[in-house]
Structure formats: C-alpha cells, structure tokens
C-alpha cells in the first residue's frame, strides 16, 4: 500500500476510491488473499476507518471488491486489467526473546537480511516474542497486527508453535521458516545440521578421537512434530555410530553462558578426547567452566558448530546463517511476487575452517 497522505479533506473519499481502483486494476492484489483491515488501510492513508469502510462499500457495488464471512475482502480477479509486479513493503522478523545478549545466532542472519531489505525499500520488523507462540496473551499487538494484514510476508527464525503456523497459513500471508525442522509442508530454509555432524565424525575418525562430550542446546524444545537443532545433531551422532566406534556423552544446555558454564561443572569430567559444542555461546560457558577446573584439554579435538565467532576453537565447522537470512527473504519474496514458489524447501550446506583437514 502506499503511505503518502491525502492532503485534500473534500476529496479523501473520492480520492481512496479512485486509488483502490488503480491498485486492483494494476494487479498488485492477489485474488485469493484478503485484504488488510480498515484499520490498517486507514493508518496507511492517513483518513479514519469509517473512510475506508464508506469507500469499500462503493468499491464493493461497482463489482472491484467483495466479502468472505470472517475472512476479510477480496478484490474481484476480473477487475484485474495488467499483471504488475508485487512489491513486500512491510516484513516481519519473529523470534524468541529468551537468548542472551551475547549469543551469535540471529547476528549475521539479521544483518543479511536487513541488508536486503534495504536495497528493496522494505521496512523490517523485527518482534523478539514472549514464550513460544505469537497466539499467547503477552503477543496480542503482534498477532493484531498480523490477522490486520499489516506485514506482506513473515520470517519465522524460532520454532514457534504449530498452532501459529496453521494460523498463518490460514490467513494466507506467505511466510517463511528459517528456523529448526518442522515435520509439515510449508516453506523453510534448513541449515543441514545432519551434514555438520558427518563433517565433525570425519575429523574426530582422522583424528582417532574415541571420547567425546557433546555439548548442545535444549533438548525441551521438542514439541509436536517440531525438531530442535539439538534433537538433531544428538540423532545425527547416534546414527553415524552404528558401530560403536565412538562414546558419546550429550550434555543438553540452555542458550546461555551461565547455564553452559554450570551443566559443564556438573557433567564434564576428565577423559574425554574430543568436544563438540552446538553453538557459540555454549562454547564460551563450558571452555570457561573448564578452565575454571583446571582440567587440561590442550591434547583434546575441540569442535565449534559456529555462528559467528570462529576463533572460540581450534576447528570450526561454520553454519550458514548469513545465507539463511539471504534465502529465507528470497524465498520469501518468491512467493508473495508468484503467490507460490517451485521449490518450498532450501538445503544450506555448513563447511570446515581452521585446522580441520
């Protein structure tokens, strides 16, 4: 929608209309996708809701708009004279708000994205949410904002509920998950956090590594058909141990320094030839805790699944979070300019630096 303001009072109705018209004509609208609220219409016109409301009425007269009970209005597909292309103006970024100030996750993936955003003239919003779900009381102003159809597309950068996302495809706002694996059919950008852990048995098999600590994050993230990362790297390490080659210990931490720092002073024990940390903000919490024992690891193949800080040790194998941002809006963008796209799943590869080889 365009959010310049209409500067002559006699006019707002006349004008809106007029407006309305050339938009629908134009094909910016996707038929089979509502419309924003009045209420949206109306703080992006600068007029009152009831101006909307009096100008959707004649609109919906003259054959340009009509209404689907509880599901908002819907331009007419015959009113539609040239195929435009669709411009986002307005994204949302939803994620948890339970991370700590110093974790690396959402950094470089925010960055990219904002990156992007700019050189489109996209506005960004980004909303760290309470708990779990933009459907729960303590997100009402978001999940308003959303059903308004205030946002033209959402990246999904924490698992949220599946409620919330039969919730978002039920409004038909494309939307994008870049976040942990959900078991539905819906768009996603995956890390391939199965292939890290392949790259991270290869080093530790080179390196005859037999003992290792393997640091990761929350295992209670699981919920209905929701997969964590944690979940997965812990699946991946048991599979590729089918032989017994290796003994694993998991040590399940919170994303935080203090919880990394006091699950290490409780499990971490001497004996261990190899480490592998989920993320950097773990790493930092247990090598301090380690530290901190006076236990001597200088011998021991540490490995980080890093996000941004590639030097916490030795061996890094770097997620691509930069380039999940960068997939996840193009994807995005895909859809809301198609109404679809012909590959709804993206596969990011992480790779080896430092002294891996």
Known sequence: MHTEVIKNPEKISSQIIDRFKQEIESGIYLPDVPLPSYASLAQSYA?????VFEAFNVLSREGYLFTKQGKGA????EKIKKKSKRKMQDVAYIAFNVFSTNDNQFIPQLEEINTIAQKKRVNLHIHFIHGMSVLSPENSLLKRQIGENQYQGLIIASPLELEDIKWFSSLHIPFVLATCRYNVSVPRVLMDH???????????TDRRVKKIAVFTGPMTWKRNRIVPYSNEITDAFEKLNDNGAFIFDFIPCEYSYLDAKKKTFEKFRPGYDGIFFQTDIIAKGALAAIKEMDLDISETVCINY?????????INIKKPVAELGRHAFELLE???????SEDNLVLLKPKILGDGG
Do not use: M, W
């Not at 819907?74 to 597909?77: D, E, G, S, T, V």
């Open 47 to 51: 007029v009152s809701k009831s101006t």
């Open 74 to 77: 819907f331009i007419n597909p």
């Open 194 to 204: 199965v292939y890290a852990v392949r790259l991270a048995v290869k080093i530790f």
């Open 306 to 314: 890093c996000d941004l800080e590639d030097y916490i040790t030795p």
């Open 334 to 340: 895909t859809i809301y300019i198609n109404g679809k």
